[in-house]
């Protein structure tokens, strides 16, 4: 994929997000916020088990903030706790570490938003914030999560 496939698939996810909803029933939520642009999110999950049969997001944010949020509830739906848990470290570390490559399985939507936060470093903390909320809602926090 080249880079202009990468920005239409950030894209679609910015102007369809997918699962931008506050779902009737959930197990677990977790706000964050990225106190540096002042985005702000929330994260709602519905659990069976140990599997994630929902995940939902809402948000006052920008749109990298929006596409993340909305590849990031696809790619954990359906998914075991411990996966989403490797998913998430992986895609953080992928994004704060310029070096590092993405999995050799990483999602088209993946690859796109670490395309392009490497070609804009000032948005590594808006594609991370939908994450570490996803951290903080499998944790069962109750405080709001910030962008270390």
């Known amino acids: 994929m080249n880079g202009s496939a990468y920005d239409d698939l950030v894209m679609d996810h910015i102007k ?9 029933v959930f197990d677990h939520r977790a706000s964050g916020v990225n106190p540096l642009c002042g985005d702000e999110m929330l ?4 659990l069976n088990g140990d599997r994630i049969v929902d995940a939902a997001f809402q948000c006052t944010c920008c749109g990298i903030s929006m596409a993340s949020a909305s590849a990031m509830t696809e790619l954990v739906k359906g998914e075991t706790v411990a996966h ?17 490559a993405p999995s050799h399985d990483a999602t088209a939507e993946k690859v796109a938003l670490i395309d392009t936060v490497r070609r804009f470093p000032a948005r590594v903390r808006c594609a991370i914030l939908p994450w570490v909320t996803l951290e903080g809602a499998l944790n069962g926090e109750q405080d709001v999560v910030s962008v270390p």
């Open 43 to 46: 994260v709602y999950l519905k």
């Open 84 to 100: 989403a848990r490797r998913e998430l470290r992986e895609f953080v570390t992928a994004l704060r570490n310029s070096a590092e």
């Open 16 to 24: 369809n997000a997918r699962n931008y909803r506050a779902p009737e």
